[in-house]
Each structure stands twice: as C-alpha cells, then as structure tokens.
C-alpha cells in the first residue's frame, strides 16, 4: 500500500465537507472512496461534500438504515453505501452495486476491508478525532490504492495543502 497523505488537520466540520468537495473535483466515473473512523469523526461530513462537489440532486446524508442510496443531477452519479451494519462482503454484494459502479462514484462509509472487493482500486480517508469532546478538530489522511487512484496521488497531495496549509501538530 502507498504511504498516505497527511495527515491533513480538519478544524471543523466546514474543513471535512471542504476535504470531500476537492475530492469530488478529481473524481472520475467508476471511482471508488472507503471512509474510515470512529463514530463523530465526520465520514458522513466527508460524504456530504463529495456529493456538493458532484453537484448530485438533495442532502447526503448517512443511509445508515436504508444502507444504500443513489444521487443523480450531478456531475456524475453519486452511490452513497453505510457498511456499518453489513456483517460480510457477502452482504455488500447482495446490494448488486457493480451495475452502478462503471458510471459513478462511490463513497463507502465503514468502507476500509470492504472497497477492495468493489474495485482494483480506491480512495481510502481515515479520520480521527481528539477524544476531547469541546475539540471539534478531525484529521483526515488519503491513501490511494491501485493504479487509477496513484495516478492521482499528486493531485490528492496538492489539495490536502489546499485544504490544511498548516501541518498537524507532531507531525
């Protein structure tokens, strides 16, 4: 796996939804996102600004209980997955994505072990969040995987300094 990018210091939840949105500007038809973190660590903010930056139709919000949803209008099509309740990637075929996945771009919450078996390659952000519940600060690092997404990697590089000019501290 490629060394990641970042880590990248997201003060608020405006900079995690900034981070989605110039995500969205790279984004090509058949790409793959995996959202990794906690709870509260801003998958879902992330999620929002790559369908801002699609420019899809409606809110994203989290398909936690549907699971699943499709955002067209946009750019391109966004399919927006909640993996926290599949048990298996056997369940997350069961929801015969792959008929979506060529034209769109997917963001899957939960995603880390699961984006691998949707495509050769994806887009991996990890978030993290202090444990002080009064910090709102998230941090985010990209790992690309695959060739389509290392093709990318200066590009992900360049828009991580856009994002967050200032380093992480301790890093």
């Known amino acids: 796996m490629t060394p990641p990018i970042g880590p990248v210091a997201l003060p608020g939840a405006r900079d995690a939804r900034e981070l989605g949105e110039r995500i969205a500007r790279l984004a090509e038809p058949g790409d793959v996102i995996a959202l ?32 699943a949803r499709v955002h067209g209008g946009g750019r391109l099509p966004l399919v927006h997955v909640d993996a926290y309740r599949l048990g298996s990637v056997g369940e997350l075929d069961d929801l015969d994505l792959d008929e979506s996945l060529d034209a769109s ?16 390659g994806f887009l991996l952000v990890r978030l993290t969040r202090s444990d002080d519940e009064d910090d709102d600060v998230r941090v985010a690092t990209l790992t690309p995987v695959g060739p389509r997404w290392l093709a990318r990697a200066g590009a992900l590089a360049a828009l991580a300094v856009a994002v967050a000019p200032h380093p992480v501290a301790g890093s």
Do not use: Q
Not at 41 to 67: M, R
Not at 105 to 120: K, M, S, Y
């Open 36 to 67: 990794a973190g906690p709870l509260g660590a801003g998958k879902t903010v992330v999620a929002a600004g790559i369908g801002a930056g699609l420019g899809v139709d409606g809110p994203v919000v989290s398909p936690t209980f549907v699971i």
């Open 105 to 120: 771009v997917t963001v899957v919450e939960w995603g880390e072990g699961l984006a691998d078996h949707l495509a050769d």
